[in-house]
């Protein structure tokens, strides 16, 4: 899926809004990109929110379709080469449109004291250069965002060093948010929180610390001590996200025009046919793996038939993998599991959950009505209610879906790990349960309206589950095994969030059992190669030579994860 510029009226209008109100305009500037000269904070901040979310989306298709959240066609060498579009659109939109604005903004919002702009750019900031060292390890950093005063070609910083200029925005956020005064300070456009005229900027600073305690999460391979002192002290002070009020997350909309809804509900649901796979490895991990279905099931994955061809010129049609030998790659994961990973399809369901393997590569065939697709959550389409029919324009929520950048349950599962590895404050069995639990509220109850459907899940529903779960974990007999179910129950609950589960992997191999490339070719990317739109602009940025090349923070053994 490649993610398309549907909002872009809706931007333009947030910008004419806020921005300084001139009716002249020089002909020979574009008008739809304020110049340092016509930028006020308010245009400006508005217009940093709105691109800092299509950052996160670029960066979440290639994160989610390595970890096969999402379907990936082909091997990582031919997907992940230096000209994706999502890598290179994720590049230019960090720094261009994010980093490079809140360069702008920061000198104008302390002219006028915005300190809330100021504060709430920086965090963004942060999230932004954390992110960009996570996918690609060294990158431009102290000799770019300088404008025409700085350096043409500006070298990489290590990414350790990138990560701590991260951390030090994230110091200055508090001190900006200090410094508010309920008097003199200007308010802002919170399109995250609605925190527009707060003077305590409550919610900004939960989300500020819980990217701290990220960051030491990330680095506990490289400096345990480190990261269990850091993130000791930030549960003592207990200023973090811990309930779904405070989960940071970008809310669409349901207009057309302009257009504002979710950007996967417009790629399947407005279009005139689905165009996207669900990973039959995500399906089966919702259903046949634990044997139950999963209560988040019907809310992620919509399905548009309920049922498979039988016939076999059918099926060489539109599965055309249905009579091929199982991949040799699966046999090391079928052996230590109970139930074998899926291959082709989930015939064994035999009720349509219709999907692709991860890497496959063969020719896409006539099945686009029948294939199963994104669900109520988190792109606001149906609500899986066995109706078995094709998705259409204006169905479900209507695209009023999420991003769902950091969410409560995220916290918990990471403070899981944490206490597992690390020893904190913390019990990662306690967490884990939370984990789960908070995750199933926040899907279940994303869709508005259940008393209109019959198939919905509830509260025993959730018990049922969370009752097998922690009977496992507690039968686990090392931290190893515990680590593959807290990993597991991870992965599920981010679902649309691409950047988590990416780094989840690599630093801690799980999910454990994912399912192998279907030619079982290629290494993992443990990180993502620069892209050829700065590459080739840059002469002091030289290419890496490969996929294999590990960001700072990820000391693992080179092949650990497939």
Known sequence: MKIKNNNLFWLLALILVFSCETTELDILVDPNVPTPTTLNENGSLNLIQFNFQ?????????????????????????????SNANIASMWTTGYADVLNEVEALIPIATTSGSYRHIGVARIIKAYTLMTLVD??????????????????????????????????????ALADFANIDSDLTPDFNDLFYGEDSSDTMDKWTKFLNTLKLKYYLNKRLIDPAGSTAGINAILAAGDIITSSADDFRWVSGTSLNPQSKHPYYVEEYEAANTGEYIPNYLMWALTLEKGTDDPRLRYYTYRQVNSFPTDAATLDTEIDC???????????????????????????????????????NQGIPPDNTKRTTFGVYPVGGRFDDNDAERVRSGQG???????????????????????????????????????????METVIGFLPNPG?????????????YVTDLMASYMAATNDTERMAIIGKEYWLAMYGNGVEGYNLYRRTGAPTNLQPTLLGTGGFPRSFLYPNVTVDRNINITQKPGL???????????????
Do not use: K
């Not at 005063?149 to 200055?172: C, I, K, Q, R």
């Open 322 to 360: 249905w009579n091929d030998p199982r991949p040799a790659t699966y046999a090391p994961i079928d052996a230590m599991q109970a139930v074998p990973l899926p291959f082709c399809s989930l015939f064994g369901r035999g009720d349509g959950y219709w999907g692709r393997d991860h890497a496959n």
């Open 548 to 562: 294999s090349e590990q960001v700072f923070w990820d000391n693992n053994p080179a092949g650990f994860i497939q």
């Open 54 to 82: 299509a950052f996160f989306a670029e960066a979440t298709e290639a994160g989610a379709e390595a970890v096969r959240s999402e379907y990936m066609f082909d091997t990582y060498e031919v997907n992940f080469n230096n």
């Open 135 to 172: 996918y690609f390890g060294d990158v431009p950093y102290s000799e770019a965002l300088q404008g025409d005063t700085g350096t043409v070609f500006p070298n990489v910083d290590s990414g350790s060093d990138v990560y701590d200029a991260a951390f030090a925005e994230l110091d200055l």
């Open 397 to 439: 929520l209507a695209g009023a879906g999420t991003w769902p950048i950091m969410l409560d349950s995220f916290v918990y599962f990471m403070r899981a790990e944490a206490s597992l590895y690390l020893g904190t404050a913390d019990d990662a069995a306690a967490m884990l349960e939370q984990g789960v639990r908070s995750s």
């Open 452 to 464: 209109d459907f019959t198939n919905t899940s509830d509260a025993t529903d959730i018990n049922d």
